[in-house]
């Protein structure tokens, strides 16, 4: 039970440090120049510019050490379940600090949310035995999995792009955003998982996969991040992100890495509930935002603010 308290501690301790570290980062944003992904350079110029930014990247990055702790404690499934929970953080500090509304939709989402995040721990007690933990992969199994998710979000990203430049649609929420994100992270989370099985064998490391995937989402991830969270409401964008990760996540990693669900019916069936609730948190958000009058537009904190 030990390694089990552990693992939930730095899955919270994780779901704390990425909820600053993305409200930090949209306020950010919100004081510097628009910034677009079809100008990578620039925007990586601009927000290294920013010691509000810089701080919300290290509390992402100190987020992905803890992640790494997770896994090596935690079955795939258990820890995309808790890392859901951070989304209610992130939605009460979006209101806090970025003067950001959620809707009663979103509210709702806030429960199912929870509930579903304690469905996911009590399915842990007493299941040491049956929630092994998997700890490496097959490369090409890997590939196989990650390869056509990087490219289905980059092309999703891409048609969102395409479809924000008409001026005549609603403005988007930003849900096509968070799942072409989504899909990135999902591979780093794998990537993730991978590593931590590896470690400490340094040259087994870089002779699997794992830190070229890291490499690659890590780059496209951020570009993509910024230009998507400086539009859109972190409220939204985030947790439809983290929705699509853990969902990822759970459901390919626990194949890839070759993990089991509980056996028992009744932590099964508390794991499968809480799973399919993330999933209806998902379908539930709404794609736009209600259109807004010229004098009612959404308040966002200025530079010069105190």
């Not at 100008?39 to 509000?52: G, I, K």
């Not at 980059?154 to 430049?165: F, K, T």
């Amino acid at each position: 039970m030990p390694a089990v308290a552990w693992g939930v501690g730095a899955a919270l301790l994780a779901n704390t440090l990425y909820s600053v570290g993305f409200v930090l980062e949209k306020r950010a944003l919100t004081r510097l120049p628009e910034v677009s992904v079809r100008r990578p350079a620039h925007l990586l110029r601009q927000v290294v510019t920013s010691p509000l930014w810089l701080a919300g990247s290290i509390a992402l990055a100190s987020g992905f050490g803890a992640q790494l702790a997770v896994y090596r404690t935690l079955p795939i499934a258990a820890a995309q379940g808790i890392f859901v929970s951070g989304l209610v953080l992130l939605l009460l500090l979006s209101a806090r600090l970025l003067g950001e509304r959620t809707s009663g939709r979103e509210r709702y989402a806030i429960g199912a949310i929870l509930a579903a995040l304690l469905m996911v721990v009590l399915s842990l007690q007493g299941n040491e035995n049956a929630d092994a933990v998997g700890h490496g992969s097959p490369a090409p199994l890997i590939l196989l999995v990650c390869v056509p998710s990087l490219a289905a979000g980059l092309s999703l990203y891409a048609s969102a792009e395409r479809r924000a430049r008409h001026r005549h649609r609603l403005p988007t929420t930003g849900v096509e955003y968070g799942v072409a994100v989504g899909l990135l992270y999902g591979v780093s989370s794998l990537a993730i998982k991978g590593v931590s099985g590896v470690l400490p064998d340094i040259p087994a490391l870089f002779a699997s996969p794992y830190p070229y995937l890291l490499m690659c989402t890590g780059v496209f991830g951020l570009v993509m991040s910024q230009a998507a969270l400086q539009r859109c409401r972190a409220s939204l964008i985030v947790p439809v992100c983290t929705t699509v990760t853990c969902l990822f996540t759970a459901v390919l990693g626990t194949l890839a890495f070759g993990e089991s669900l509980p056996h028992e019916p009744l932590p099964l069936a508390l794991r499968v509930t809480g799973t399919a609730l993330a999933v209806a948190v998902l379908l539930l958000m709404p794609k736009h935002d209600a259109p807004t009058q010229p004098d009612q537009e959404p308040r966002e904190l200025l530079p010069n603010e105190p």
